[in-house]
């Protein structure tokens, strides 16, 4: 007897679909490279080992944001999609692994290991967009550009010394105008708040990230009252810097994303999140590395690197938010501007200031700053018809 045959899964998503487990399970080893790339400041708070940071965590980031758009379209509770996310976490585990290495012993393994997990990425987008000719045709415009990025990177991994840095730079010059090119179709059918909630939990693993060096350094050394001060500012900090992010920008730069459609949708995803929020994550890299110098040396005036890092990473977050908010929305928050510059001048400015005043100063500026937000939004609300 003829049995009736069944159809084949499609693997493109039908809905705006929550963020599912394997996608998460997947963001568990990006923790852990973030954590790796704060390494890599480790000895000074200067242009060469910024670079290096900023190189390897573009890379780092460029492989997950990708996944990002692959899995926001795909049917992640597809067997082969979650297969896939697999194995690219094992994959991005060595990458993780040799990130503080990766312009030493290691470099040719984070290249290779960074290039097979945008390989899975590429291959899980084809098969999302092969039955739809559209997605198909903005997809093939992306990998054809990614590609030759992807063979830059890996030659810089086997060259190394100073060429390596050249050759990734070409890397992630070649990864900007993949995203310029692809996204500018009209064939990505983007699913808002699926992307919206992605790129959110990368910020909360950064700042967790910050969360993880206070707690190491509280539970490694005797406890006394400078360093469970300096613990507790630096947890209040990073609160703040939550709610700068979470409290209402994120939701609007969802709705914003939610309210446009085609190629509009898509640029406005590539602009808002895949290459704005990259300073965004750094600022947090670079503050993360302010708070572990302030552990290190909970007494006394913070050092020159600390004052720097700290006024640094806070005005690449912040700041890159109100870009995020400007290319979504249109407006300028010009307070968030204004507060933030003027408390990272006075940081960098108290040059004798103990650590725990230091960050008392952050603190008490981005706290008036929220303050003054809520203040603002307030008023508008009850002058509102």
Known sequence: MNQESTPKKSFLAGTDQPVSFAELFFDLVFVFSVTQVVHLLHGAFDWLHVGRAILVFWLVWWAWTQFTWALNAADTTHNRIQFSILLATAFAFFMAVSVPQAFGTFSFWFALTYVIVRSIGLLIYLWVSWPDQQMRSAVRTFAAVSIAGLVAAIIGGIVGGELQYWLWGLTILLDVIAASVGASSEGWNLHPRHFAERHGLFVIIALGETLIVAAAAASEEVWEINLLSVSAVAVGITSVLWWLYFFRIKDRLEHAMAHVKGGVQSSLGRDVFSLL????????????????????????????????????????????????????????????????????????WCKETDVFYTLLICFTGLLMLCLLEEKIQNDKVMISP
Request: charged share 10%.
């Open 277 to 348: 929020h990259f300073p965004m994550i750094c600022g947090l890299i670079i503050y993360a590395y302010a708070i572990e110098e302030a552990m290190l040396q909970p007494t006394g005036p913070m050092t020159v690197q600390g004052r720097m890092a700290l006024a640094t990473g806070t005005i690449l977050y912040s700041l890159s938010i109100v870009l995020c908010y400007w290319r979504a929305i249109g407006k300028i928050m010009w307070w968030r501007i204004v507060f933030t510059l003027a408390m990272a001048g006075v940081v960098v």
